[in-house]
């Protein structure tokens, strides 16, 4: 099996967290999200812990809620002593409300309005990621007229094409976020930043990109900061205390991606930065990094029901099920690729190639193409692993399709952490009834 949290049991029923996978379709409905909650503390504490050995003690991960955001992971990550990175004030309202320790936030987004800054200000988050100089000046003048001063990072592209999907290669000079040290423009924003009288640069930021299965980007990145960074000494005097490396690490979705150890990675990494700080006679800043996809995706399994199998002749098979780009639309976005099984059949021979199709109005609506399974009758639970990151946190509403549960497994007991939404939550914000209450 792809990952060790899942197995077959003598019912022949696929196993998730070593609970019977079709008994909790049984009892939630599908589509469903299960979410291993033991894996998630797993992997947090993989980085958490190789973080402080090699790094130090004011080295930690902050685990990227984008990937996956609802209260209950917020709790998880708290009670681990990991911080968070968050991308907008929904985000960070959730966090909120789950009393994470906002003193462990980093605060992200390339377009954060006076209103976010406002929020966040209020709220005491740690860290702003400060993308660009308008962000900068607009924080100077609200922590001015709010008398207060905020830590800041500043987010800068290092150059780095680390050879993923184009939509998620983030550490290029041509990118939306973060200014370029190429261009001379980041250290302009230093220089802007120093004459901030209620900012404090607290240290610099970058992400290369996501779905890494090596170091070297994360390498040639801290290699390319660090030397910012001791210009930013000489030029200065001011020696930054944190070097935030960004997310990235890839996770294995299919039996031909590699499965990487984190912490032989973080080891790696962290050797090459000693070695570089030492050839710049720089002294080690703290190193954070901001982990989403490799804390939550193999954590994460959808099931759905399979309602027909529809061969064309000449042409294919489909096997349609009752969810699909609403609550995973990353195939349809960029043909991402994921392990489809039948869960209700997992031992029998797989003997049938087809489209898992999603039940939407819309022909690009599927979750994978050429995947080959043991035929399913109308009924059967279909698994698709590794959901737990960017499946969740992208789904929307589009044909009025609820969002489906999140179902958290901890130590053969299953909770549920987030309810399927109704059709009543689908309307709450439709005032149409008000309306034609309204005399005309
Ligand atoms: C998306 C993102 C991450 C997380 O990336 P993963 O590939 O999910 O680990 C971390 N930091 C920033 C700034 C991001 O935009």
Request: net charge negative.
């Amino acid at each position: 099996m792809l990952h060790t949290n899942l197995s077959v049991n003598p019912e022949g029923h696929l196993t998730f967290a070593g609970m019977d996978t079709v008994r909790l379709c049984e009892k939630y409905g599908t589509p469903l999200l299960l979410l291993d909650e033991d894996r998630v503390r797993q992997n947090l504490r993989t980085y958490l812990r190789t973080m402080r050995e090699v790094f130090g003690a004011g080295s930690f991960p902050c685990y990227a809620s984008k990937a996956l955001s609802f209260t209950g992971i917020y709790k998880i990550v708290a009670e681990e002593g990991a911080g968070v990175d968050l991308v907008s004030p929904g985000e960070l309202y959730t966090a909120a409300r789950a009393r994470f320790p906002l003193s462990r936030a980093f605060f992200h987004g390339n377009n954060k309005t006076d209103e976010d800054i406002r929020y966040a200000l209020e709220a005491g988050v740690g860290y702003f990621v400060v993308d660009n100089a308008e962000e900068l000046a607009a924080l100077e003048k609200l922590c001015q007229s709010r008398d207060t001063q905020q830590k800041i990072l500043l987010r800068l592209t290092p150059g780095i094409d680390p050879h993923t999907h184009a939509k998620i290669s983030t550490g290029k000079v041509d990118s939306k976020f973060g200014v370029a040290i190429e261009t001379g423009q980041a250290m302009e924003l230093v220089r802007r930043t120093l004459d901030c009288p209620h900012i404090h640069l607290a240290g610099f930021h970058c992400h290369v990109g996501s779905q890494c299965f090596d170091s070297q980007p994360f390498i040639d990145a801290a290699a390319i900061m660090l030397d910012f960074m001791t210009k930013v000494r000489d030029r200065f005097g001011l020696t930054a205390d944190i070097l935030n490396l960004g997310g990235g690490y890839g996770v294995r979705y299919v039996d031909a991606h590699p499965s990487i150890d984190i912490a032989d990675n973080i080891r790696l990494v962290a050797r090459r930065i000693r070695e570089t700080c030492a050839a710049l006679s720089f002294p080690q800043p703290r190193i954070l990094l901001e982990p989403g996809r490799s804390i939550v995706a193999d954590a994460g399994l959808t099931l759905y029901t399979c309602g027909s199998v529809k061969t064309i002749p000449g042409y294919k098979s489909y096997v349609s099920v009752d969810g699909g780009m609403t609550d995973n639309p990353r195939y349809a976005l960029y043909q991402a690729p994921y392990t489809v099984l039948n869960a209700s059949r997992a031992a029998a021979p797989a003997d049938l190639t087809a489209t898992i199709a999603g039940r939407c109005c819309e022909s690009g609506d599927l979750i994978q193409e050429n995947v080959t399974l043991p035929t399913p009758a109308r009924g059967d639970r279909i698994a698709v692993l590794v959901t737990g990151a960017y499946n969740y946190s992208m789904a929307s509403n589009y044909n009025r399709i609820p969002r489906p549960p999140i179902v958290l497994l901890h130590d053969g007991q299953d909770r549920l952490a987030v309810r399927r939404e109704s059709f009543e939550d689908l309307v709450r914000n439709d005032l149409c009834e008000e309306l034609a209450a309204e005399p005309s």
